[in-house]
Nanobody, 124 residues
Framework: QVQLVESGGGLVQAGDSLRLSCKDSGRTFSRYNMGWFRQAPGKEREFVAAITWSVINTYYADSVKGRFTISRDNAKTMTYLQMNTLKPEDTAVYYC?????????????????WGQGTQVTVSS
């Protein structure tokens, strides 16, 4: 069973940094590739970043590449998203998710477990 809880969101100014955390209270965390998605008001939920269960590979949306870093600590069952040089267009609810299929890691349909989300607001 996977139970995900995000934290770390908040209100920041453009150019600031935030680190989001995602805790899995289940027992099978290390078996799953993990991803971060975000959803802005009136928009579809979009892929942000993903990391393999082995921690070897990471993947990013073009819009965040070079600014965001995904990481995980399997021993602590934690996934992180370090967000630097934030922009107003990064404003959204951010969700962590566990991938349950071998499909496209940027497709939300590949993910079967989701957290409740954490709000990130970036003011200009």
């Amino acid at each position: 069973q996977v139970q995900l809880v995000e934290s770390g969101g908040g209100l920041v100014q453009a150019g600031d940094s935030l680190r989001l955390s995602c805790k899995d209270s289940g027992r099978t965390f290390s078996r799953y590739n993990m991803g971060w998605f975000r959803q802005a008001p009136g928009k579809e939920r979009e892929f942000v970043a993903a990391i393999t269960w082995s921690v070897i590979n990471t993947y990013y949306a073009d819009s965040v590449k070079g600014r965001f870093t995904i990481s995980r600590d399997n021993a602590k069952t934690m996934t992180y998203l370090q967000m630097n040089t934030l922009k107003p267009e990064d404003t959204a609810v951010y969700y962590c998710a566990a991938q349950i299929t071998t499909g496209d890691r940027s497709n939300r349909q590949s993910y079967g477990y989701w957290g409740q989300g954490t709000q990130v607001t970036v003011s200009s």
